[in-house]
Nanobody, 115 residues
Framework: QVQLVESGGGLVQPGGSLRLSCAAS????????MGWYRQAPGNQRELVAS????????NYADSVKGRFTISRDNAKNTMYLQMNSLKPEDTAVYYC????????WGQGTQVTVSS
C-alpha cells in the first residue's frame, strides 16, 4: 500500500547539481523521520542524509556534508535532496525511505557523475 517514488536523477558532470524528489503515498508521511540512501555497485546501501518528521533538524554523512541539502514538504508528501558540487564518487542509485522500520523500497533514481 505504501509507495515511494524517487525521481530527478540523471547524468551530470563533476561540479554539477541535481535535485532529487521522493513522493510518498499510502501513508501518513508527516509522521516519520525520513532519509535519503544511496547504493553504488559493489557497495552496501548507506544513509547520506536524514530529516526529522517536521523538517526542523537534518543530518548528513561526512562525505556529502556542505554539498547536499535535504528538505521536505509534508503538505505535498514529498521530500527532496538538493545535490551540489557533485563528484564521481556520488555515482549511485539513490533511494528514500523511513529512518526506522523501512517501507518497501522504491526503484530508486540513478545519479551518474562523469565527464
Amino acid at each position: 500500500q505504501v509507495q515511494l517514488v524517487e525521481s530527478g536523477g540523471g547524468l551530470v558532470q563533476p561540479g554539477g547539481s541535481l535535485r532529487l524528489s521522493c513522493a510518498a503515498s499510502g501513508t501518513v508521511f508527516r509522521m516519520y523521520a525520513m532519509g535519503w540512501y544511496r547504493q553504488a555497485p559493489g557497495n552496501q546501501r548507506e544513509l547520506v542524509a536524514s530529516i526529522t518528521a517536521g523538517g526542523g533538524s537534518t543530518n548528513y554523512a561526512d562525505s556529502v556534508k556542505g554539498r547536499f541539502t535535504i528538505s521536505r514538504d509534508n503538505a505535498k508528501n514529498t521530500m527532496y535532496l538538493q545535490m551540489n558540487s557533485l563528484k564521481p564518487e556520488d555515482t549511485a542509485v539513490y533511494y528514500c525511505n523511513r529512518l526506522a522500520s523501512w517501507f518497501t523500497w522504491g526503484q530508486g533514481t540513478q545519479v551518474t557523475v562523469s565527464s
